[in-house]
T-cell receptor
Framework: AQSVTQLGSHVSVSEGALVLLRCNYS??????LFWYVQYPNQGLQLLLK??????LVKGINGFEAEFKKSETSFHLTKPSAHMSDAAEYFC?????????????FGQGTTLQVKP | KAGVTQTPRYLIKTRGQQVTLSCSPI?????VSWYQQTPGQGLQFLFE???????NKGNFPGRFSGRQFSNSRSEMNVSTLELGDSALYLC????????????FGSGTRLTVV
């Protein structure tokens, strides 16, 4: 069964600093991996996804993530944090078969950006 | 194009009642998934429908049910509401499956009192 662990429920960075949000997954089959962002009182917005193509995935708003099979990780990074990046971020995995709508989410990481 | 629309946005119900939530997917999307989000349990998968058929189901009691219509719109129903059913219910749609990614609606905030 798939599972996702997000290390750190709360991350605080200064504006302009590097953002690093950690995600480790467990999957018995090649996974599909996703990062979503949620702003208060809103749904989830897809930042980026890995579906077994390039291991370095670029997403929206300057975010990117690298799939590392040996480390079972899919960490999210952004070179320079902006105040508007403050939100909750979720890493998710699916079973990679492609024909299912079931995503397994991590517990989320709240990103705080200090001026 | 219009996104995923969930109605209503907010709902207050009394314990023991039943509730129906609605989700209109993006035009052309045939897969609709439902999730429950709570502070304690996080985001949990309820079920997924594709072309009016339930294709996958999470670990929720039978009080939680859903359906999908021929126009891909979906509804979920919760019967005999419990206080613990208070949550944000999110709907997501996709053209077909995970390959295409899922777009989420803004959710329905259900409060059971």
């Amino acid at each position: 069964a798939q599972s996702v662990t997000q290390l750190g429920s709360h991350v605080s960075v200064s504006e302009g600093a590097l953002v690093l949000l950690r995600c480790n997954y467990s999957s018995s089959v090649p996974p599909y991996l996703f990062w979503y962002v949620q702003y208060p009182n809103q749904g989830l917005q897809l930042l980026l996804k890995y579906t077994s193509a390039a291991t370095l995935v670029k997403g929206i708003n300057g975010f990117e993530a690298e799939f590392k099979k040996s480390e079972t990780s899919f960490h999210l990074t952004k070179p320079s944090a902006h105040m508007s990046d403050a939100a909750e971020y979720f890493c998710a995995v699916s079973d990679g078969s492609g024909n299912t709508g079931k995503l397994i989410f991590g517990q989320g990481t709240t990103l705080q950006v200090k001026p | 194009k219009a996104g995923v629309t969930q109605t209503p946005r907010y709902l207050i119900k009394t314990r023991g009642q039943q509730v129906t939530l609605s989700c209109s997917p993006i035009s052309g999307h045939r897969s609709v998934s439902w999730y429950q989000q709570t502070p304690g349990q996080g985001l949990q998968f309820l079920f997924e429908y594709f072309s009016e058929t339930q294709r996958n189901k999470g670990n929720f009691p039978g009080r939680f049910s859903g359906r999908q219509f021929s126009n891909s719109r979906s509804e979920m129903n919760v019967s005999t509401l419990e206080l613990g059913d208070s949550a944000l219910y999110l709907c997501a749609s996709s053209f077909r499956d995970t390959d295409y990614g899922y777009t989420f609606g803004s959710g329905t905030r259900l409060t059971v009192v």
